[in-house]
């Protein structure tokens, strides 16, 4: 049972925008621990997305976006694009738990 | 080029055995923390364990803990883990990836493209 919580699924048009949360507590996001992303495209190996909370590694377009305030944590996708669709997953560090690293829920981006 | 590839999964029995290999090139593989994480079928990420540069420090999750092992050969360019006493709740994708550290935290910067390990009798 993961300790970071994102909604199951969002949604939207081509062209909008979408946010998807990564929910933590005190002994991880909350701690100061960075926030890392992970894009999964159907039936393929994650790929990191975002990274420090905010930062893209090379080859990422700059409509993907990350943020992190309090115990919480966002990825935010600007002028979706129907190749986006995937299941995406936030990724912390946790002081409580002896697999220190965990992952969020997960969440499916559908584009419409 | 970075690349991980994976082998060694398969279907085992309930209390069975399986090493799972990961074989490294396109990076100094003896530079970076390793990685395993699996994927039980249409479900989220789990991450497994994870292994220092030369090998002496390992952390597993609770759930793994005393019957999975990971160990490396830097020489061989090479990242394993050893499953003792699979169970059902074993069942997952493996991948293996390389883990950079960011102020002190691992980051997992790449990804192989999994193994399938089933335990079922």
């Known amino acids: 049972q993961s300790v970071l919580t994102q909604p199951p699924s969002v949604s939207g048009a081509p062209g909008q925008r979408v946010t998807i949360s990564c929910t933590g507590s005190s002994s991880n996001i909350g701690a100061g621990y960075d926030v890392h992303w992970y894009q999964q495209l159907p039936g393929t190996a994650p790929k990191l997305l975002i990274y420090?909370?905010?930062n893209r590694p090379s080859g990422v377009p700059d409509r993907f976006s990350g943020s992190k305030s309090g115990t919480s944590a966002s990825l935010a996708i600007t002028g979706l694009q129907a190749e986006d669709e995937a299941d995406y997953y936030c990724?912390?560090?946790?002081?409580?738990?002896?697999?220190?690293?965990?992952f969020g829920t997960g969440t499916k981006v559908t584009v419409l | 080029e970075v690349q991980l590839v994976e082998s060694g999964g398969g279907l085992v029995q309930p209390g069975g055995s399986l090493r799972l290999s990961c074989a490294a090139s396109?990076?100094?593989?003896?530079?970076?923390?390793m990685s395993w994480v699996r994927q039980a079928p249409g479900k989220g990420l789990e991450w497994v364990a994870n292994?220092?540069?030369?090998?002496?420090?390992?952390y597993y999750v609770d759930s793994v803990k005393g019957r999975f092992t990971i160990s490396r050969d830097n020489a061989k360019n090479s990242l394993y883990l050893q499953m003792n006493s699979l169970r059902a709740e074993d069942t997952a994708v493996y991948y293996c990836?390389?883990?950079?550290?960011?102020?002190?935290?691992?980051?997992?910067?790449?990804w192989g493209q999994g193994t399938l390990v089933t335990v079922s009798s």
């Open positions: 990836a390389r883990a950079t550290l960011w102020f002190g935290e691992s980051v997992l910067d790449y």
């Open positions: 292994i220092k540069q030369d090998g002496s420090e390992k």
């Open positions: 990724q912390s560090y946790d002081s409580s738990l002896s697999a220190s690293y965990v």
């Open positions: 420090g909370n905010s």
């Open positions: 396109g990076f100094t593989f003896s530079s970076y923390w």
